[in-house]
């Protein structure tokens, strides 16, 4: 396999914001994903709306849409992106305990929108730690990962093992 060029470095190793001018823009979209686990009784509290600080998912849902608008202001050499959707959805799991987040970003740009599918996952795994930490402090955060994208030069990734489409 030949090692490939990493795109966000120059000839001297040093960062830079790759230079996209010359690419074409194309509708793109990206699909991630992450998994709270927390305690069945959090669980519960979450999904009835008594969770003490309020309505857990509205708030991540939120927190997590905002992150995505702001991921060039987060991540380093990420281009600012006129985001043209995101959402934010949850998936309640029993066994185990926990909540499945995932986020869908898309764009018409020459770059492409997985950084902003991811930020938007991992912050909303964050609010929602956040918002249930004074009753559970052992949550775990797993599988933050890039599940699905298309558009730009590429094409279509879909991770294996996901059954999307």
Do not use: W
């Not at 018409?108 to 938007?120: H, I, P, Q, S, W």
């Not at 929602?128 to 990734?157: H, N, P, Q, W």
Request: glycine share 8%; hydrophobic share 45%.
């Amino acid at each position: 396999m030949t090692a490939r060029r990493l795109s966000h470095l120059n000839a001297a190793g040093e960062a830079r914001m790759v230079d996209v001018s010359a690419k074409a823009v194309t509708e793109r979209s990206a699909v991630a994903e992450g998994f709270v686990a927390m305690a069945p009784e959090t669980l519960e509290l979450v999904l009835q709306g008594e969770a003490p600080k309020g309505d857990v998912l509205a708030t991540a849902r939120i927190a997590g849409i905002m992150a995505a608008k702001r991921t060039h202001e987060l991540i380093p050499l990420c281009h600012p992106l006129a985001l043209m959707q995101v959402t934010v959805d949850f998936v309640a799991s029993r066994e185990p305990a926990g909540i499945r987040v995932e986020a869908t970003a898309k764009v018409e740009a020459k770059t492409g929108v997985e950084m902003e599918a991811l930020t938007a996952v991992t912050v909303a795994c964050l609010t929602i730690y956040d918002m249930c930490k004074a009753i559970d402090r052992a949550m775990v955060f797993s599988g933050i990962r890039l599940i699905e994208k298309t558009g730009g030069r590429s094409g279509t990734f879909f991770q294996a093992g996901t059954h999307r489409r």
